[in-house]
């Protein structure tokens, strides 16, 4: 059980890294607090599973999904794998430390993340959006986006399959324009 605890808190602090190495520095120092209706945890195969409803706060950091899968390799890293609810979206949202009240939410009907490649990946209705307030300032939509936090590289297609192909649909990004700024 403590094995499976260390696990569940690794996998915490890898969700924060997945959007951006600026993610409230405050976050790490917070308690973890998990709900599910289910919790299934194999040791020996080193797989834990949440079911039904699941929410995950630590700090300012937010996870809603209908199941959580985390599974650790030998080496010790974790796969993190986020599936929605039928008809809904997994979502993670937390604060940023680039500025006053910024924030990144990402959106899909399944969620990736791969903490030795810091790769996360957002699959179908995938979006990615930063926030200033409630303003949003960047947003990103495919049916497959994936974001690659060390070198803080996109990749958006219009398929889930992470190719784009004709006629399978469009991609999108919005990026507001920024303010500049004055030197006094």
Known sequence: ??????NLLTFLFCI?????ARAEKADADKP???????????????????????VVTKGT????AGKA???????????????AAPGKLASLRQKQDSGPDTWLEGYGEKIEYDNKNEIAKFF??????????????????GEYIS??????????????EGVSKPGAG???????????????
Do not use: C, H
């Open 1 to 6: 059980m403590k094995k499976t605890l260390f």
């Open 16 to 20: 924060g890294l997945v959007f951006n």
């Open 61 to 64: 950091l937010l996870i809603k």
């Open 124 to 141: 179908t209705r995938a979006r990615v959006k930063r926030l200033q307030g409630s303003k949003v300032t960047d947003d990103v939509t």
């Open 32 to 54: 973890t607090n998990i709900e599910a209706d289910q919790m299934f945890s194999d040791d020996v195969k080193q797989i834990t599973t949440f079911t039904g409803n699941v």
């Open 69 to 83: 899968v985390i599974v650790e390799d030998p080496e010790g890293y974790q796969f993190i794998t986020l599936y």
């Open 147 to 160: 974001y690659n936090a060390k070198t803080e590289y996109y990749n958006v297609y219009n398929t889930s």
């Open 170 to 184: 469009r991609v999108k990004a919005v990026i507001q324009p920024r303010e500049k700024k004055t030197n006094k």
